[in-house]
């Protein structure tokens, strides 16, 4: 791997850091963010908030308008398994998305609750 | 507080914004012609700071008298028990919504001095303008809003107003969308709990 691809990697949420490999996705879900509407969208960075206010949907289209939604995506890394969580909060707009600052949680903090 | 038919504007208001001022400079200027012609303090007051100050007038007023009108109304709907957390503040008028109760409060920019409550039943339709035009890469909107009749009265609330055409994906265009289908949604709910009630 060249230096530029390295530094890259950096960067990159499924890309485990510890033993420089790439991570594979072990879980993917979306949710509904139902006390987050537009304009009164602001960034958390506690997993408890997380914990407390994600509501399991199946698809987009079940999401009011104008109410937050979060993908959350959960990798593994196949060598040391260790797992990352990645949050993605957007905001649903007919066929758009208008998506803000996306909360990584390295350190086992939402592991589970991707798994109820 | 009003629940009759819905006023946008306030005539006397309007003119009076446009009148008042100028027939104060024309006045002022006429009496620095008249009386001050030498010069000095009266002619500096009649000839430069009274036509000034209706120029501050026209520019300023408008906007703090709607600002004012805004804690008012805040006042007033509190004053009648009316739920104000479903509040919507665009630059032509407030829209206020109590789902329970089926009620809208609404006051206007050319209206400020009169907040109207009517019932949500009036509401005849509510509907999303995205404001797009355009074709190809031009495409875009430079304002979008949502539109809801009363009694026949069409009301326009800006959510995102510019003086560019931006990008229909635009980060402020799909705000001002969502917020629009919100507002829509809203209207529509409160519509069905006043026929209802």
Redesign the interface.
Known sequence: MGLIDKLLRKYQNDWCRECNCAMEKARKQLFALPGV???HYTEHKDPAFYRKSLRIVDKKADI????YACGAIQYRCPECARRVTVLDPF?P??D?E?HEAGVVFSGGELDDFLWR | MKTDQVKKINYAYLLSYILVPLAAAALSLFIGYTFFREGGTGAAICMFIIPFLAVLWWIFAPRNIYRLGKKRMVKQLDELGIDRRQIFYSDGCVVSMDIAKGKIGLMFFWNPFQVQVVPAARVSRAWTDDGAGGAGFLRGTSRVSFLFEIDGIKIRVNTFISNQRWKMNDEKVLEGISKADLWVQVLDQARGQGEGA
């Open positions: 509407s537009v304009g009011p308008p104008g109410m905001l707009v007919r758009e208008k």
